[in-house]
């Protein structure tokens, strides 16, 4: 056992004796020591649970003969953080609870990992960490929020953004929006959607990383504390038969997990923390691989943000089994080891559809022929872009620029009509190294669509968006605009192309005449956190990772 370095002999004994004093017997010393990552926190929904499903895991953890030592991680609310100053340190907390994990788990030599995680940066934070590792080790969602109700219709915090943009464009009253800010969040659980946390956990099913019948229960299900109590005896079978994160998460098992979340319409955040993963785990992806994997897989999920339904309705229609079902059907899914011990065509082919279910469409039915996602690349981002799709949205867009150096400026100009139907508005110092931390931009895109101009305006940032985020959409813009990228060089009133089927964009204008616009005063971090993330991280094009083989970067 890895644990037997700090246990075994009579050199060890002040070590045991730390162990006693944190109250465990010498019996429970010799057995495996699990670690029991616990993301809790009282500032979200998403993980306010977890100090209660801890108590499940732990109880699986001895009943199958180990020994649990559960410890805290951080979390940021994109949710709360979402177009403050603060939502800076989300992409940056990913780093910081995988840095975090690995210090803990390998200081102390533990036999096996669990991670509870429940929100959108956690769940890849976990993957990352067990991949670097490579001790045996699996991640539990926390499971994803009900939805709330509003005039009769079910809504979720997404709907509170759009309403926000609608309130300001006098579309709303503000008792409106009152009585749906107080109807949207009834309780635990992440955002309801196919949004970053249950596309990302979704994923990690795929991946093999998690348990997908645990992944898929609702946060305050009265089957979850049991689900995740297997999730326990789970991670102690994989100790005892050594199977390691590495194993699992082979090139095959991340071309699945770009299926699902090209099948679902999910968070182009996945194409960031898949790339992330990859990094850690050694295996070699691209963007080039999104775009090839979503060109081919049909969109067979009717999942909001742009469409009809939530991830408890998922589950309730077969959950993310029925999705591997369909993907297997289509020939898109390749066999693969999960930490069950079950294989995922295994997995499959259990599926079982809940009769009359609308959620996941047949494959001679599919809500569009291609996934939720493409890779754009072009003069205006040399090493390519994400854009999200709907399935119904224009596909080629050409508009005059409207540039922001300043997310709020973007917004303002948004509410007092100085936004247009056919604009193209750039966002830019919004990258990793701009932000700093590469922040999402759900405020200014739930504003478009509260104005009315979701469907009119394309909007186009070295930043990132929500998985809430729906309209034309284009994130991610690689080189970014601090490190001297073409959009530094955009000016207002430049034509713009958008042209997702030929996957370009391009600005008509000669650039490299032009001199970079600096990156302002006010975007530089001179000290803390983000000052070391800015000097430290890659392009958002690689995952931005932060890890030494990133090239040291002084902005």
């Known amino acids: 056992m890895n644990s037997d370095r700090i246990k075994r002999g009579m050199s060890r004994a002040p070590a045991r004796a730390m162990l006693r004093g944190a109250g465990l017997p010498?019996?429970?010393?010799?057995?495996?020591?699990?670690?029991?990552?616990?993301?809790?926190?009282?500032?979200?929904?998403?993980?306010?649970?977890?100090?209660?499903l801890a108590e499940s895991a732990k109880a699986g953890i001895i009943e199958a003969g180990g020994t649990p030592i559960e410890f805290n991680t951080i979390v940021v609310s994109d949710g709360i953080a979402m177009g403050t100053p603060g939502m800076r340190a989300s992409l940056v907390s990913r780093e910081t609870i995988a840095d975090s994990i690995e210090l803990v788990v390998e200081g102390h030599s533990l036999d096996g990992v669990l991670v509870l995680a429940g929100c959108d940066k956690t769940l890849p934070a976990a993957a990352?960490?067990?991949?670097?590792?490579?001790?045996?080790?699996?991640?539990v969602y926390g499971g994803s929020i009900r939805p709330g109700r509003f005039k009769g219709r079910d809504v979720t915090v997404q709907d509170v953004f759009e309403a926000v943009g609608?309130?300001?464009?006098?579309?709303?009253?503000?008792?409106?929006?009152?009585?749906?800010e107080e109807a949207a969040c009834p309780g635990a659980g992440a955002c309801g959607g196919q949004f970053t946390a249950n596309t990302m956990a979704m994923a990690l099913s795929l991946l093999g990383l998690s348990a997908m019948t645990v992944n898929d229960v609702p946060a305050v299900d009265a089957r979850k504390a049991d689900a995740v109590r297997t999730a326990g005896q789970c991670v102690m079978k994989l100790v005892k038969e050594r199977t390691r994160p590495r194993a699992i998460l082979t090139r095959a098992a991340f071309e699945n997990a770009i299926a699902g979340v090209a099948a679902t319409g999910g968070s182009t955040n996945a194409v960031l923390h898949l790339l992330a993963i990859a990094h850690e785990a050694g295996v070699s992806l691209s963007l080039g691989d999104f775009d090839a994997i979503a060109r081919r897989t049909p969109w067979l999920a009717d999942l909001k943000p742009?469409?009809?339904?939530?991830?408890?309705?998922?589950?309730?229609?077969?959950?993310?089994?029925?999705?591997?079902?369909?993907?297997?059907?289509?020939?898109?899914l390749q066999e693969a080891s999960t930490v069950t011990g079950e294989t995922l065509f295994e997995l499959a082919r259990a599926a079982q559809a809940t009769p009359g279910e609308e959620v996941v469409r047949p494959l001679d039915k599919p809500l569009?022929?291609?996934?939720?996602?493409?890779?754009?690349?072009?003069?205006?981002?040399?090493?390519?872009?994400?854009?999200?799709?709907?399935?119904?949205?224009?596909?080629?867009?050409?508009?005059?620029?409207?540039?922001?150096?300043?997310?709020?400026?973007?917004?303002?100009?948004i509410g007092r009509g100085a936004i247009r139907p056919g604009d193209v508005m750039v966002l830019r110092f919004e990258g990793p190294v701009g932000g700093p931390g590469m922040p999402e931009m759900l405020a200014v895109t739930a504003a478009l669509v509260g104005a009315g101009l979701g469907d009119s305006v394309a909007l186009v940032t070295d930043g990132r968006f929500s998985g809430a985020t729906h309209g034309l959409v284009v994130g991610h813009v690689s080189p970014e605009a601090a490190l001297g990228g073409p959009l530094a060089r955009v000016r207002d009133d430049d034509m713009i192309v958008i042209d997702v089927e030929e996957r370009r964009i391009d600005v008509e204008a000669s650039l490299d005449d032009r001199a970079p616009t600096p990156l302002p005063t006010s975007k530089r971090a001179p000290r803390g956190v983000l000052a070391k993330y800015a000097r430290l991280v890659s392009s958002a094009s690689t995952g931005a990772v932060t890890t030494f083989e990133s090239t040291t970067r002084n902005p």
Request: charged share 25%; net charge neutral; hydrophobic share 45%.
């Open 368 to 413: 569009n022929a291609t996934g939720g996602l493409a890779v754009l690349c072009g003069s205006l981002a040399p090493e390519g872009c994400i854009v999200k799709l709907s399935g119904h949205e224009r596909v080629r867009h050409r508009g005059p620029v409207r540039v922001f150096d300043h997310e709020q400026e973007a917004f303002d100009a």
């Open 306 to 332: 742009g469409g009809r339904f939530m991830a408890p309705d998922l589950e309730a229609a077969g959950g993310t089994r029925l999705v591997a079902s369909r993907l297997l059907e289509a020939g898109l």
């Open 166 to 180: 609608a309130k300001a464009a006098g579309k709303l009253e503000e008792s409106e929006l009152r009585e749906l």
């Open 26 to 52: 010498l019996a429970a010393i010799e057995r495996p020591l699990v670690a029991v990552v616990n993301t809790w926190a009282e500032v979200t929904p998403c993980n306010v649970h977890l100090r209660k």
């Open 128 to 139: 990352m960490a067990l991949a670097r590792l490579d001790v045996p080790g699996l991640v």
